[in-house]
């Protein structure tokens, strides 16, 4: 791999993982802020990781690090919007907690990096039915290679929802001594994983591809950024106004 292609992949992660870890030196926080960081950091991460090995990830650096660039931004400008109350430093946390917060973290960065190819496929088939690539479109891989690396993804991201839902069940149970509340957050965590599945085996079964899926998936990052960064945002800023 050319040096400056790696550079464009590793650097950008390492940046955002050191500004992660000067935020948080305090403590866990439990701040949409942190929420934004940690997503950045963590996707950058995985991003760079599976890029140095697919090519087809790899092309898609022109639609991600702009996206994690806007997140970016909006965390600068909702640290300034947060009470002082929600930026302090959690205390220590039982281990279904951790366990869930980690689950957490890497099903909404596998999502997020899952969503960036979903749309690299949408841009590429518009491109291909207007038979006028632009510069953008001509930059993204071909459409099968893409659905392909979304698939796996998927499979990955369905796996790993499916062991943040069990913890976060565990991390219920210990605080309150039930398993399940059926408060926002865990009924679009259920609704995210139930379409995902069904995308998955309607991929397996009858073959679904292109647009639709890709739409699908979409839908799907929407539900989970409702549940996971979308519900702190409410109940910790909104509600606080």
């Given amino acids: 791999m050319p040096a400056l292609t790696l550079a464009l992949i590793w650097v950008p992660a390492a940046v955002s993982v050191v500004w992660v870890a000067f935020f948080l030196e ?15 950091a963590v996707s950058s ?4 990781a599976i890029a140095s090995r697919s090519l087809v990830l790899r092309d898609l650096v022109v639609l991600f690090y702009p996206y ?7 965390a600068l400008i909702w640290e300034h919007a947060e009470p002082d109350s929600v930026k302090q430093a959690s205390e220590s946390m039982d281990p279904w907690f951790w366990s869930h917060i980690v689950t957490a973290v890497l099903t909404y960065s596998l999502l997020t990096i899952s969503a960036v190819v979903a749309l690299g ?5 518009q491109a ?6 632009g510069l953008l479109s001509q930059r993204l891989p071909a459409v099968m290679e893409a659905e392909a690396l979304q698939h796996r993804l998927l499979l990955v991201a369905e796996v790993v929802l499916a062991l943040g839902l069990m913890t976060g069940m565990g991390a ?13 957050k865990t009924l ?54």
Avoid: C, N
């Avoid at 305090?26 to 950045?40: D, K, M, P």
């Avoid at 496929?121 to 088939?125: A, D, G, R």
């Avoid at 219920?172 to 926002?184: F, N, R």
């Fill in 26 to 40: 305090g403590g866990w926080e439990r701040s949409f802020t942190a929420t934004l960081w940690v997503t950045v």
């Fill in 45 to 48: 991460i995985l991003y760079a």
């Fill in 68 to 74: 994690m660039f806007w997140m970016a931004v909006a």
């Fill in 121 to 125: 496929v949408i841009l590429k088939e």
């Fill in 128 to 133: 291909l039915k207007r038979k006028s690539p």
């Fill in 172 to 184: 219920q149970y210990w605080q309150t001594g039930s398993l399940i509340v059926a408060d926002h």
């Fill in 188 to 241: 679009l965590s259920l609704f995210s994983f139930i379409i995902i599945g069904l995308l998955l085996f309607a991929g397996y079964k009858f073959g679904i591809r292109g647009r639709r899926a890709s739409q699908t998936l979409l839908l799907a990052y929407l539900l989970v950024s409702l549940a996971y960064p979308g519900v702190k945002f409410v109940s910790e800023i909104l509600m606080r106004q």
